[in-house]
């Protein structure tokens, strides 16, 4: 019964071509979107055996499809480019910093996405904005990040500026027909760096949080905290890897890189104590935020880097840990901060399988076996997916 309603509820072989987007091939974002769906899955299932091959013994299950092939994130950051006469918001060229791909649409993101984007563009014009330049460093507007919870089918929108938005109450304004819009703020980031993170958040009007249910376990969605970009399949994921833990409630579990809650949250009623360790405060201050809203008692969120934060945690024996490091993995320094605690089974979820296998080896130094793979295609019409590792010593 192996996920028998996929192929009937997803895509045929053509329907990839059929649905193309307008800007495929120009917009850095669906880079498979001509390759057939099947045909995408056996290419990662070769990427995922080639990267495998040294882990003997490791017992490789089938990779999961995607529940939806389209419009599946629920997380989107597009930068604005071009003039004030003609602002230009989107993605980035394909292989271009600079190059900005004016977006209609996005198969990726929700479908309601492109009459926003449309808005947004026609009040920089009408208001004379500048497009901030990285180049020159000059200019005013640099992103706008949109949220979407697939629960209530709600929008967040931030709009992230070179410096103070005079205007920012009537930017506000602009989304009054848009019902779906829950929340609206802006952020300032005056670094240097073309980043979409924000020194400062101001919410201009409505909720201050979105909120996402997996299987029972609230969500607080907040403008910056960290969450699966994929609520459908992180659903599915967090309940293989649930299963795979065969918690009883009498588990000492760490959770590092944790985030606002994630898996962590997920698993915390059934087990006896959670550590959580998670370097950005706002991600923690949300963490806490979720323990409270799902009533859970039985957890301690620390903020911190793993690194040096583990010290604080004086526990030294632990049933579980999980890992959720991002895509750039663990150091080598922080690998053996982790392998030093007495830690039973290691749970490592990876988006990127050449940084997860680096991390792997350098696991396996401290004893510790790569014991089972697990690959759900989180991103598909992406040669991205994510795979949870069990690692046992």
């Known amino acids: 019964m192996r996920y028998q309603n996929f192929m009937e509820n997803n895509t045929t072989t053509d329907n990839a071509h059929t649905q193309m987007c307008p ?13 057939a769906y099947e045909e995408q899955l056996e290419k990662k299932r070769e990427i995922l055996e080639r990267h495998l091959a040294p882990f003997t013994g490791c017992e490789r299950e089938e990779l ?49 996405i492109g009459e926003v984007l449309e808005t947004v563009r026609e009040y920089a014009k009408s208001a004379a904005l500048e497009p901030y330049n990285p180049k020159t460093h000059a200019g005013f507007l640099r992103h706008l990040k949109a949220r979407c919870s697939k629960t209530s089918g709600e929008m967040m929108l931030i709009l992230v500026t070179a410096g103070d938005f005079a205007g920012a109450d009537e930017f506000a304004k602009i989304f009054e027909k848009f019902p ?22 101001f919410l201009l009007g409505g909720k ?65 104590y959670l550590y959580s360790i998670e370097l950005q405060k706002e991600s923690v201050d949300i963490m806490k935020k979720n323990l409270a809203a799902n009533g859970i008692e ?57 940084t997860a296998v680096q991390n792997l080896v350098e696991f396996g130094k401290y004893g510790y076996k790569v014991t089972r793979a697990i690959p759900f295609d989180m991103f598909p019409n992406t040669p991205f997916m994510e795979t949870v590792f069990l690692l046992s010593r």
């Open 64 to 112: 999961i499809p995607a529940l939806d092939q389209f419009h599946y994130r629920n997380k989107m950051e597009f930068t604005f480019g071009g003039s004030a006469e003609e602002p230009l918001i989107g993605q980035h060229y394909k292989g271009s910093f600079h190059r900005i791909e004016n977006l209609t649409r996005c198969l990726l993101f929700d479908e309601r």
């Open 23 to 35: 800007h495929f091939r120009r917009c850095g974002g669906c880079s498979w979107l001509d390759i």
């Open 180 to 201: 779906f819009i829950k929340s609206v703020y802006y952020g300032i980031n005056s670094r240097l760096s073309d980043i979409a993170d924000c020194e400062k958040l």
């Open 298 to 354: 039985n957890a301690e969120p620390i903020c911190g880097d793993v690194k040096t934060a583990l010290a604080l945690i004086r526990r030294r024996s632990f049933d579980y840990a999980i890992l959720d490091p991002p895509r750039s993995g663990m150091s080598k320094k922080a690998v053996r901060r982790v392998a030093l605690k007495d830690i039973n089974k290691i749970l490592f979820f990876s988006c990127k399988i050449e």
């Open 208 to 272: 201050e949080y979105l909120t996402e249910n997996i299987d029972g376990t609230s969500f607080i969605i907040s403008p910056e905290s960290f969450f699966q970009p994929n609520t459908m399949m992180s659903a599915m994921m967090y309940g293989k890897a649930r299963d795979m833990m065969g918690l009883t409630g009498e588990e000492y579990v760490l959770d590092l890189y944790s985030g606002s809650g994630g898996m962590g949250l997920y698993i915390a009623k059934k087990s006896k």
